[in-house]
């Protein structure tokens, strides 16, 4: 589904966003990154789990879209493409890593989640500590696993949606991700954890 936002006092959607952008208005591209660099940081976060690399990939999504943009056909969402390009761009960077022999760090600054206030403290603590258990479990999956898990549990997209950013069947992602909940659900029982 396309995000709407007001600009100039009328609800434009990403697609007609794009349209202006490939007519030369650089308005229309200033609207699309402010919509969307949350999501291209989100995902490319998810992905790499390190915020420097993260802002980075991200970054270089929308430098790669700007210089891509007139030949964007339409044939999927916007921010599907947007999503196919994160994944590659974080691909790229997990590859450079290994190249030059550094290992996947972790940062967890700003990876605060503060449970509602109506919550009960030790509740909230609880459920802090589940969903960081959880994500230190996801960051530590092999890539396609993670990437399917990012996608459909984060970013909410649909089967096709992400069959369409990893290049892949559905059937393919589907099968990831069930075996992406498998590993996770036998990790979580081995350290006594609920599986939720």
């Excluded at 660099?37 to 989100?42: I, L």
């Excluded at 992905?47 to 929308?62: K, P």
């Excluded at 396609?144 to 559905?170: G, M, Q, T």
Aim: charged share 30%; proline share 3%.
């Amino acid at each position: 589904m396309a995000s709407v936002v007001t600009i100039e006092s009328t609800v434009v959607s990403d697609r007609e966003l794009v349209a202006r952008c490939q007519d030369g208005n650089a308005a229309a591209f200033d609207e699309l990154v402010r919509r969307h660099q949350g999501r291209a940081f989100n995902v490319a976060w998810q992905l790499l789990r390190n915020r420097e690399d993260a802002t980075e990939v991200a970054q270089d999504a929308f430098v790669r879209i700007y210089r891509t943009l007139a030949g964007f056909r339409g044939e999927c969402e916007f921010t599907t493409w947007l999503h196919q390009i994160v994944v590659n761009l974080a691909h790229n960077k997990r590859r450079w890593w290994r190249c030059r022999g550094r290992q996947e760090t972790e940062t967890f600054d700003g990876d605060r989640q503060f449970a509602a206030p109506t919550v009960p403290p030790d509740m909230a603590a609880a459920q802090y500590e589940f969903a960081r258990t959880l994500s230190a479990r996801i960051a530590k999956l092999p890539a396609p696993y993670r990437e399917v898990l990012v996608l459909r549990n984060v970013e909410d997209l649909s089967y096709e949606e992400i069959a369409v950013v990893l290049k892949c069947e559905v059937g393919t992602v589907k099968s990831r991700i069930a075996r992406a909940r498998e590993v996770l659900r036998e990790s979580m029982k081995d350290d006594g954890l609920p599986k939720h």
